[in-house]
């Protein structure tokens, strides 16, 4: 059974930084792509950034310049660093973790960025 825990979130002010990281355990294919999604109020769930097990990424254009994803290979986890947050960037924010054709998700962390 796949597990994905994340932490890191909080209450932060506008220009501010958070770190976000993500736990993965079980059984995981050494293929798969690990991201973070975000869900603000009334709107739909968005992909933030992603990456894959070679290293590529993707980031939402939304916090390009701003996030940047990374991994742990050893200890299956992926971290997101929030810089210069904005309001906007208040959302629920999830790990995911796709491999073959499964979707895994985590139970998210609350970011709260205030102006």
């Known amino acids: 059974q796949v597990q994905l825990v994340e932490s890191g979130g909080g209450l932060v002010q506008a220009g501010g930084s958070l770190r976000l990281s993500c736990a993965a355990s079980g059984s995981i294919s050494r293929s798969n792509i690990m991201g973070w999604f975000r869900q603000a109020p009334g709107k739909q769930r968005e992909l933030v950034a992603s990456?894959?097990?070679?290293?590529?990424?993707i980031y939402a254009d939304s916090v390009k310049g701003r996030f940047t994803i990374s991994r742990d290979y050893a200890k299956n986890t992926v971290y997101l660093q929030m810089n210069s947050l904005k309001p906007e960037d208040t959302a629920d924010y999830y790990c995911n973790l796709n491999f073959g054709s499964r979707a895994y998700w985590g139970k998210g962390t609350l970011v709260t960025v205030s102006s």
């Open positions: 990456i894959i097990n070679g290293g590529s990424t």
